[in-house]
């Protein structure tokens, strides 16, 4: 059966010296594995289709043992990433915690039409990485049913405060008043009224309008730190992707 859908290719794995299993997020099936045949090489009509990051019209054959790439329109291959290491390391981050969360087909045009603006920004320049990664963080773990609770305190319900701790392994906040009542030996973090709301937004906010806000460089540095911990809490290990994307922005 041969079906149709957009997708950019996450990751790819060679198979032989012509063949490479593709990993993909469509718009229509979520997160899949295309086996593309006689990709490499100048002549190859799917060779660029297949890079790390392109963004296709994709023609496939679903058969019994899983898909086959039949042909491949390229769109987009987000090519200035490649003009900058720190933009294309967490393009790369990007790709791979994509991958861990394993989109469905019910989430998995929402999670591709996320990952496209913020490349596009990212490629663009129009916000920078530190910016961009909490927000995607954030708001892709939201759509993979992993959202923090950042409503009330989650021992005694009391909303509104101005500030809070939050507790990234279990998601919530917890205001100062229980927290010295109900010791808490793992990780916590003091979280602003700003930082907090920021959070929010991007939980809530309306997909064209995600990225439309701003923060203070104090707030927007606690906002990421918050964030990855959250990110590596419920990502159930480390990323040999962020690992280098921190090891050359530090």
Known sequence: MIVKTHGIVLAQTPLSSQDKRLTLLTSDFGLVDAIARNVSGARSKLSAAAEVLAYNDFCLFKGKSG?????????????GLREDLVNLSLAGYFC???RFVLPSED??????RLLLNTLYLLEKRKRTPNFLKPVYELRLLSLSGFAPNLH???????????????????????????????????????LPAAV???????????????????????SEKLLEAVSEAFTLCHAGGKFKSLEFYKSITI
């Open 196 to 218: 907090r709301k920021a959070m929010e937004y991007i939980l809530n906010a309306d997909s064209r309008q995600l990225f439309a806000f701003q923060l203070t460089p104090d």
């Open 152 to 190: 009330n305190c989650c021992i005694c319900g009391e909303e509104g405060l101005e500030e809070v701790y939050f507790l990234p392994v279990d998601g919530r906040v917890i205001c100062g008043n229980c927290l010295q009542k109900h010791p808490y030996d793992k990780l916590k973090i003091i």
């Open 67 to 79: 898909y086959i790439v039949n042909s491949a329109d390229l769109e987009n291959n987000f090519y």
């Open 96 to 98: 791979e915690l994509t």
């Open 107 to 112: 989430n998995g045009g929402e999670i591709l």
